[in-house]
């Protein structure tokens, strides 16, 4: 029924994650809207996307080539892994670069990062074949990794994944730790699902020393 | 904390009706996983409505510059505006290019549509200035326009901008009337909302001629 032109980009931005028929509809009129700058900025910045940024060819995080460089070259590494100061004795195993971002707040955190991009799914189809467990494994000898800390979603999948990743790891020489479970901090007891307070008295820890 | 090519569709993304920094997110890192080619049909989808769909120059609904025609030329006419078989004495008048689209799919309607973009909403701060009333007036005689028909929205704006139009085209030779509020068909008097029923009551028909 609209024109053809607008249809296209109805039909395209209906295609993105959480995006329905109506958000596509609202979205495409907000950009006929727009001043064409304003509207063509989105289509660049998603362009110069494409272009420069790809996965780090260590840790599989997000890699941005430096501007200067021809993008077309291998792929680059990750800011984290050019970062003389971190310990590349150490790798922290998360599901996606979101997770990176995650740890990286905390401020806690000194090593490297492995991002598998996803996690064992099997109603989603998504086996251990889909994420980057090949390459975490083909990583642990050439970089001398000595500790692999499994910090996957504490939900079903990220525990699967944590489980299938440890059984992999008891073989190999390296110490293989999974974060802790338990209740958020300024979290309340009575609140706290069943789960999480189980897992909470799980993993207690003696005082003192 | 993501890279600056990354961060910058994160931030364009978010700028859209509707889509939150989280969602924004979880777009951006959608686009990353396309292949380059859906990426960059999005991208290209984009730049393509803002250089061939503009409004058209009479009736400001949305109208796509015909293909092999230069685009720089002035707006263009819709296709309605276009067909030869639509009755130029009616004008049916819109809130926006989406009504437009409802009241074709009614199959009841073959005259012109004239669309406002917006209805009069003070809080918002849009006046009548901000509306296509001037454009509305100056198509009554030359088109040899007899019917307005105010099909804005039956809600607060929508009766608002109605009351408005009715009262700047009492004084011309034209015929003013307004779609019928009332029960949906299929509707349940017992459901219905109070204000609704009022507005049923209040536009009843004699039954029989």
């Not at 109603?123 to 251990?128: K, R």
């Not at 642990?140 to 000595?146: V, W, Y």
């Not at 974060?179 to 309340?188: E, F, K, T, W």
Request: a negative charge; proline letters at 7%.
């Amino acid at each position: 029924m609209y024109s053809a032109a607008v249809q296209d980009l109805i039909d395209e931005l209906g295609r993105l994650p959480g995006i329905g028929p109506k958000s596509a509809q609202r979205i495409a009129f907000h950009l006929l809207r727009l001043s064409p700058e304003d509207a063509l900025r989105l289509a660049r910045t998603i362009a110069v996307v494409k272009e420069r940024v790809s996965w780090c060819r260590r840790c599989f995080n997000i890699a941005e080539v430096p501007e200067g460089t021809n993008s077309a070259e291998e792929a680059p590494e990750c800011e984290i892994c050019r970062d003389p100061r971190r310990d590349p004795s150490v790798v922290c195993v998360v599901e996606e670069p979101r997770d990176v971002i995650a740890v990286e707040k905390t401020r806690e955190y000194r090593g490297r990062y492995h991002v598998l991009q996803g996690a064992i799914s099997p109603i989603d189809g998504i086996g251990p074949d889909k994420l980057r467990i090949r390459e975490l494994l083909a990583r642990l000898d050439p970089e001398g990794i000595k500790e692999v800390i499994l910090c996957t979603n504490p939900n079903i999948e990220g525990d699967a994944t944590a489980l299938y990743l440890a059984s992999l790891l008891k073989a190999l020489p390296v110490k293989v730790t999974r974060i802790a479970s338990g209740l958020p901090v300024g979290g309340d007891l009575e609140y706290a699902d069943e789960l999480t307070l189980g897992r909470a008295l799980e993993g207690r820890r003696e005082l003192g020393d």
